[in-house]
């Protein structure tokens, strides 16, 4: 898998993408998930699928489906780069070791001024009260954005 990202991110130096994330899934499906800072449209997807489709193809990657998309309202955040572009952000966190009983936390991503790698959640409890959780990327199972969807638009 580590050659199969290597290939893939050097494929796709020359666009203006950034490269999510790469899976293999059942019955031989190539998962490549981009982002750019103003949303990925289709023309983006075509364009990295033909690029992927070829450079696989001479490096002798095994897949049978290609799928390329952008990674929806719910994008997964892997790097510290990640955490800083979407500060002020409300994400869902999950840490690998439980605090104060829980692991899971839904709040307002903040970065932490004085140093870079280090970042804090601002979430309520079941109180109601306003908390602080400070953490760095090492302390994250998984995390990501949490957006609060209306599909109900104006009402007239």
Not at 17 to 23: A, G, I, K, P, R
Not at 125 to 132: C, K, L, N, S, Y
């Amino acid at each position: 898998m580590a050659d199969i990202l290597t290939v893939t991110r050097q494929a796709l130096l020359g666009f203006d993408v950034e490269l999510v994330d790469v899976e293999r899934a059942r019955m031989g499906v190539l998962r490549v998930t981009i982002d750019r800072p103003n949303g990925v449209r289709i023309e983006d997807c075509e364009q990295v699928s033909r690029q992927l489709s070829h450079v696989f193809d001479v490096e002798g990657v095994d897949y049978r489906r290609l799928e390329v998309s952008s990674p929806g309202v719910d994008r997964p955040l892997r790097r510290p780069a990640d955490f800083v572009r979407f500060a002020g952000q409300r994400i869902e966190l999950r840490l690998h070791e439980p605090v104060e009983s829980r692991k899971t936390f839904v709040g307002l991503l903040h970065l932490e001024s004085e140093d870079p790698a280090r970042f804090s959640l601002h979430w309520q409890d079941d109180a109601g009260q306003q908390r602080v959780l400070p953490f760095s990327c090492d302390d994250v199972d998984r995390a990501r954005l949490d957006p609060i969807l209306d599909f109900k638009g104006k009402k007239r």
